[in-house]
């Protein structure tokens, strides 16, 4: 899974982006309160520990 994948799921559960950093976005999801920064390496594969966090705090 690529970094564009886990942004659009991350889009597609309810988050929605709230600031461009330097490396990263952070995305917010307004029912949960849930905040995450996904980096903008968008081709790159996720790491695969780092892919299990973010889709278990996205809620995959």
Do not use: C
Request: no cysteine; hydrophobic share 35%.
């Amino acid at each position: 899974m690529n970094w564009n994948e886990i942004r659009r799921l991350a889009q597609k559960n309810g988050f929605r982006l709230v600031m461009h950093g330097k490396k990263h976005d952070i995305y917010r999801n307004d029912k949960t309160g849930m905040t995450i920064q996904i980096e903008r390496h968008w081709s790159q594969e996720v790491r695969p520990g780092l892919m299990h966090r973010l889709k278990k705090q996205i809620g995959f």
